[in-house]
């Protein structure tokens, strides 16, 4: 074993079971569990608007103003939309050296319904745009910080809002013993479906909050190519094509001059075909049976907004048979300057190699390239099915039991997750059976919600004094 009070923590390989639990009680000398309840903003923190204008400045300039606007419609929001601002903040917080690959984003709304590849209903992390390998805490308390402000924002107590958080920590902690004491290949298996919600549900919800769980879960199955094709498209002067809704989806035909126009098109015909070369060859013979038919600009999430992002429509055997895929900019994670560069070079790499590390099942259009814009920059991708069976629960719906609930079906997720790239006997062994790294992590979520509170006040007082710009979605 080596140690210092930076380096990660390593065992020789082929350790056994014995010495990786040794290695992680020894953590606790490094970061005592307790200590994780501290967050005291360093003295020298960066300015969290500085840190927006950054990465502002790499994104498509007219955009930005909605991306103010959405975070400014709430804490939450501004949380959402502030994944680089919270891993400058957790750069400074302790940590016990054990490292896996982290999600880089894991609040609440970035757990949700998705499809496998055998069409089955799975929960599982949905956003990967920041995952890189680092502190497995990160992951947990940005996930601990998200249920504290989504609780505020529903007016729960003080009480229940530390109930939730603890509930969360205790089933991340609990899952991550379990885990521990699995052989490598159940932990690979390991999957949360359809079922076992149906069975958590009439474990720890209502009848109302059963009902609820239903309606997203049928509502989640029909969210598919098929149903994007039926909403996002439109017959013109006889031609099929995506429906404009600007500033949010703006076809191509209407984004660019002719001669512009023409450039770009041939750029994305160019992602797509070279990014079938990332693909299994299986994939890469369906997407080949597959022709484009349109493209869009897309406005998506709340921090992505401003990134480059297209949707493409394809036609497979006839004009009945769509396939709707997602082309995603991807940029360094906002994690890099605190947890290391990306062993891969190609940042549409990186994200895809992280969710296939993270989740139980993944999309079998994921993938990833490369491309020069039309401006002459070179641009990283990762590429992914518009819609595939997506459903997500909204925080503000939710009681405070259901929270809880919700909370720990994400605790256990993201151990799963972590378990699969992390040293979970390592990890279990730090956290241990007792109840310390839950309530501190209920501390520290509520000071953070402290901080976050104040930094969402900056963005709006920002904006409302003319130093940021900000629109609604709905301004043309």
Known sequence: MTQDDTSPL???PGATPGERAALGKAARRRAPRSSHAAFEPAADRADPLDILRTQSAARVPELVPIRYGRMTESPFRFYRGAAAVMASDLAGTP??????QLCGDAHLMNFRLLASPERHLLFDINDFDETLPGPWEWDVKRLAASLVIAGRANDFSDRKRADIVRATVRSYRESMTRFAGMRNLEVW??????DLLRSLAAEKLTARGRRRLAEVTAKARTRDSLQA????????DGRLRIAPDPPLLVPLADLLPEAERGAL???VHKLLRRYGRSLPSDRRALLADFRPADMARKVVGVGSVGTRCWIILLLGRDGADPLFLQAKEADTSALAPYAGPSAYRNQGERVVAGQRMM????????GWE???GIDGRRRDFYVRQLRDWKGVVEPELMVPRGMRAFGELCGATLARAHARSGDRIAIAAYLGRRDVFDRALATFAERYADRNERDHRALTDAVAAGRLPAAGEDDR
Do not use: H, M, N
């Open 265 to 267: 098109e041939k750029q």
């Open 229 to 236: 094709f039926d909403k996002l498209t439109e017959t013109a």
């Open 359 to 366: 989740q139980a099942a993944g999309d079998i259009f994921l």
């Open 10 to 12: 390593r065992v020789a």
């Open 370 to 372: 490369r491309v020069d």
């Open 95 to 100: 940590d016990s050296g054990i490292r896996a």
């Open 189 to 194: 298996y390991t999957r949360t479906d359809a």
